[in-house]
């Protein structure tokens, strides 16, 4: 028997923007190229747009090895490119109410339908179309119809395109229990990409439903294709034909997807565990059976749009805290007292941006510490032990991968303080090109936030440093970038900085703004990928990370394992934000009977290599 596989000779998605960096509210577009040497049977060509979040990690000791997994699908938008009959993404054990609009059991884009249309031979009112709610097929059964229902869809949901509407169920012409909420607009030829009219229906949920099996919960889908006009509802409705033949030769496709404006992750790998990542992919498969499908993935980088709140252009400063005690030797020998007066411009940046600090630290002691100024991103995972239900927790300080990038740094000497910028002339400090935060207050497989370090750094086990640690949102763009296209509301005078002094610990997740057309944004300058080089796969995990995993679609990749992945992220080097307000002055601290030493103000770092911007 001759492999589908072995069918095809080129399969490929390729992408109208080359670099392939998207931001979250844009619009992918490309096509899908297929030559296959002979005919092949299947059951559709599909493509997909997904994102995953995936964490996995292991532990083990002398008696036992524990996995702990996590992972989420963000977006699961699907085109049946060439098929009889389009689909839902399947809600495993929804039981009697399967909710596709909800996030919380269906990905963004999982109840869309979307079913092409020759407007030559298939104008609205020569067609209906049957939808039918499926329990998917359980072990030892076949699929199981659970109700459904014949759409006019030009008098029953056009009339208020969008809007979604509820069909009672039916089977086999009688009424049956239950109802399929659906919503549906149509796109002419005009402004489809692939040229072909659309009729994009979306199932919002099928509640009441019957229970099909005696064991276990409902795995329900929703199917939709089209009928003959005059197909009549008081019968069972006509069954889909699920097997067709692709032709030989070659087939291109046009497609489109538009990322959702919602706030959702940006492409993120980590070093944190056995795998941690964020990945957006295009992916397409010849449906054959999911062991033999021939497909091919494209990898792609989305950034989170959502820009950081108004409040974030405002500086902050260390209040006056009295002097910070050093001790040595297990706190039983005072060696002096440390201080510090520090000041940040603005609390929101974006990659490779420039902030401006200004600091007077103090050392009345005879040690020679460092002042230091940090860029630390902090990352957190929440997994589940496999098997079980128990919680597993694991941020980057635990697992020992934390990300620091010093961005500026200078040795004091004993006895002396030292000024760091002045309000006047405050101290440029350069940020390295990371990924967008991601820090919502629910729980997530990964999310990451960063903070900027200010430390006075001092040698030995046993002394305590003293530090100030302000949250720093990372947005898709420069605060002026946005001030410029009018995102943020004029401030006409400058602010008061906001004393702050909390834990990094108790730092609250990041607000943010109303968003903006990212069309509107001046076009950033990619580069190079940026992030971290990983060691493993960068498809959808499957069976060769997962342990416990039963399907890998990428197993037939056309052209072999996908190559590692490493996201891009924008780079703003050549636009950075200038000083958006003075800077008041800070609180004195006092100094007398010590060296003043006015720093220099080194050149600034470049940290927009990975080999630059690593762990210290």
């Known amino acids: 028997m001759t492999s589908a596989l072995s069918c095809v000779s080129e399969y490929s998605i390729n992408l109208d923007r080359p670099d392939a960096v998207f931001w979250s509210g844009e619009t992918i577009t490309g096509t899908v190229t297929l030559k296959t040497k002979q005919p092949v049977t299947c059951r559709a060509l ?42 839902t993404c399947v809600i495993n054990q929804a039981g009697a109410n399967a909710i596709f609009s909800s996030t919380e059991t269906c990905a963004l884009g999982g109840g869309d339908m979307n079913i092409p249309l020759n407007t030559t031979t298939q104008p609205l009112g020569s067609f209906s179309v049957a939808v039918r709610v499926m329990d998917l097929i359980d072990w030892g059964k076949k699929e199981e119809l659970l109700g459904e229902v014949l759409i006019l869809p030009e008098t029953h949901l056009l009339t208020n395109p969008g809007q979604p509407i509820s069909f009672p169920l039916m089977r086999k012409g009688k009424k049956e229990k239950g109802e399929v909420t659906l919503s549906c607009t149509y796109e002419d030829g005009n402004v489809s990409t692939s040229g072909l009219a659309v009729l994009r229906m979306k199932c919002q949920q099928a509640t009441g439903l019957r229970k099909a099996g005696w064991i276990g919960k409902n795995d329900v889908y929703v199917q939709a294709y089209i009928v003959p006009r005059d197909t009549p509802s008081s019968k069972a409705l006509p069954e889909p034909n699920k097997n067709m033949t692709l032709p030989a030769g070659d087939i291109v496709h046009h497609f489109k997807f538009q990322v959702p404006w919602n706030h959702i992750p940006s492409s993120f790998e980590s070093p944190l565990g056995d795998t941690c990542s964020v990945r957006y992919s295009l992916y397409s498969n010849i449906d054959v059976n999911w062991k033999l ?63 401006y600090a200004c600091a007077v630290m103090k050392n009345c002691t005879d040690y020679s510490p460092r002042a230091r100024i940090l860029l630390v991103r902090h990352e957190l995972a929440t997994m589940l032990q496999m098997g079980t239900t128990r919680t597993h927790t694991l941020t980057s300080d635990d697992d020992d991968c934390e990300q620091e990038w010093e961005l500026f740094g200078y040795d004091m000497g004993p006895q002396s303080i030292h000024t760091y910028g002045t309000p006047q002339e405050p101290l440029p400090i350069k940020l390295p090109v990371v990924p967008p935060t991601y ?12 903070t900027i370090k200010f430390i006075v750094e001092y040698p030995g086990q046993f002394v305590r440093n003293l530090e100030w640690e302000v949250p720093l949102t990372i947005g898709p763009a420069p605060p002026s970038v946005f001030m410029a296209i009018g995102a943020y509301q004029p401030i006409t005078a400058p602010p ?117 911007s690593n762990k210290l």
């Open 496 to 612: 008061q900085p906001i004393a702050m002094s909390v834990s990094p610990e108790n730092i609250a997740p990041p607000m943010y703004a109303p968003q903006v057309n990212p069309d509107q944004v001046p076009l950033p300058f990619y580069g190079t990928p940026k992030a971290r080089q990983t060691n493993f796969h960068s498809g959808k995990v499957g069976g060769e990370h997962d342990p416990k995993a039963s399907k890998n679609e990428d197993l037939n990749n056309f052209g072999g394992a996908i190559p590692v992945f490493a996201p891009m992220y924008p780079t703003y080097a050549a636009m950075p934000t200038p000083l958006l307000f003075p800077l008041p002055s800070m609180p004195v601290i006092n100094s007398s009977g010590l060296k003043s030493n006015n720093a220099i103000i080194h050149p600034v770092k470049d940290l927009t290599t990975s080999s630059e």
């Open 293 to 355: 499908n021939p497909s091919t993935r494209t990898m792609i980088t989305v950034l989170n749009s959502c820009l950081p709140s108004q409040e974030s252009l405002v500086p902050v400063q260390r209040p006056p805290e009295p002097d910070q005690k050093v001790y040595a030797c297990c706190c039983c020998i005072l060696k002096g007292v440390t201080n510090m007066s520090a000041m940040l411009d603005r609390t929101s940046a974006a990659a490779e941006d420039t902030l």
């Open 46 to 87: 599909r493509l997909k747009l997904e994102c995953v979040s995936h964490v996995h990690d292991t532990s083990e000791d002398s008696e036992s090895r524990s996995y702990y997994v996590a992972t989420k699908s963000y977006l699961n938008y699907r085109q049946t490119l060439w098929g009889n009959f389009y689909s």
């Open 439 to 450: 820090f919502p207050e629910q729980r997530e497989p990964i999310k990451w936030r960063y």
